[in-house]
């Protein structure tokens, strides 16, 4: 099923999100509800906030990112309680989006590498370490779950340029293509 995206401005973006544990009701429906959600919305990354749940759980997939860096590790899979156990390397910029900011598209400078212990939909629990588009979209999503969003990365000179487009969003005059939901 389809869920509607939370868009920025809605209080649920900005709270530290709680652990799930791996018996919570509806967790196998939820991880796919996510995956269809994110493909139909066109994202590589979903995190459970940003459709109103506020669970430490974010999906990605990478498969999107082949096209143009063929390098990239495709990477398919549910991050469940996950930790950022470091984040190191190199800083690179990307153009980043999100799907709670609908067509804003910043760069932001994040570390090239990151580790991360998390469970899998299967219950296993694994700490690994990705690199280059993979460690970005974990970053990116992990943020969500820590109630930050991709504009807390940018300078301030920015976010000014970009204040007007996101109180747009904010108050429903800018709207996505897909479902959403607003403060």
Known sequence: ?????????HPVLRKQAVEI?????GLSELIENMYETMYHDKGVGLAAPQIGESLRLFVIDTEAFLETDPETEQIKTAFINP???KEFGD?????EG???IPDVHVDVMRKAEVIVTYTD??????TRNFKGLAARVIQHEYDHLEGKIFTD???QIKKMVLKRKLNDIASGKHKPFYKSVIK
């Open 91 to 95: 800083d690179f910029v990307f153009n």
């Open 121 to 126: 939909e299967n219950g296993k629990r694994k």
């Open 153 to 155: 990365k940018i300078p």
């Open 21 to 25: 544990s791996m018996d919570h009701p």
């Open 83 to 85: 930790i950022v156990e």
């Open 1 to 9: 099923m389809i869920l509607p995206v939370y868009l920025i401005g």
């Open 98 to 100: 999100c799907l709670s």
